[in-house]
């Protein structure tokens, strides 16, 4: 009899922490790097999990771009790319996973300085590594990124967001 009481309550419990997993997230946030020029962007982020561990994730950039070595007048970024990210648990309670993702998408670029001007739209592939910190539905998504497009190498990104999932 106490096991039919035990299942009867083991059992409905169980099931709700397998759901309990959050499948999805949306994240904002910034980046500073240099990508052929000096950029600073806001992000939107939003995030699907395929599988344990492993997400499909889409990344909209809008910022502004200068010149790295002169005084730029005006300046424009916008990035639009997906990929996929894996999460990796660092100890047992998935207070921080380490998170490498590989991106590929579009951006583009384009400022005036006093000497010259400079303006590119072009395919691009991203390289992440980065950090997923925090409790199981606020994050804090530290990390760096190195970028290549059709010229090769051309650039390394720093940025952070805060995240929520369910």
């Known amino acids: 009899?106490?096991?039919?009481?035990?299942?009867?309550?083991?059992?409905?419990?169980?099931?709700?922490?397998?759901?309990?997993?959050?499948?999805?997230?949306?994240?904002?946030?910034?980046?500073?790097?240099?990508?052929?020029?000096?950029?600073?962007?806001?992000?939107?982020e939003g995030g699907e999990r395929l599988?344990?561990?492993?997400?499909?994730?889409?990344?909209?950039?809008?910022?502004?771009?200068?010149g790295i070595d002169e005084a730029t007048e005006s300046g424009e970024y916008f990035a639009a790319r997906a990929g996929l990210e894996w999460h990796i648990a660092i100890g047992t309670r998935?207070?921080?996973e380490l998170v490498p993702g590989v991106d590929l998408g579009v951006r583009h670029y384009a400022y005036m300085a006093d000497d010259d001007a400079a303006s590119g739209?072009?395919?691009?592939?991203?390289?992440?590594?980065?950090f997923d910190i925090g409790s199981r539905a606020l994050r804090f998504r530290p990390g760096l990124e190195v970028s290549f497009d059709d010229q090769g190498?051309?650039?390394?990104?720093?940025?952070?967001?805060?995240?929520?999932r369910w």
């Open 1 to 44: 009899m106490r096991t039919i009481w035990l299942t009867l309550l083991l059992v409905p419990a169980l099931a709700a922490s397998a759901r309990a997993e959050p499948d999805h997230y949306i994240a904002g946030g910034a980046m500073l790097g240099i990508d052929h020029a000096f950029d600073a962007v806001a992000t939107l």
């Open 51 to 66: 599988g344990p561990g492993t997400w499909l994730h889409g990344i909209l950039e809008t910022g502004t771009s200068a």
């Open 94 to 96: 998935d207070i921080v």
């Open 121 to 130: 739209i072009s395919p691009v592939a991203i390289g992440r590594l980065g």
């Open 153 to 164: 190498f051309t650039g390394i990104n720093a940025n952070a967001a805060l995240a929520y």
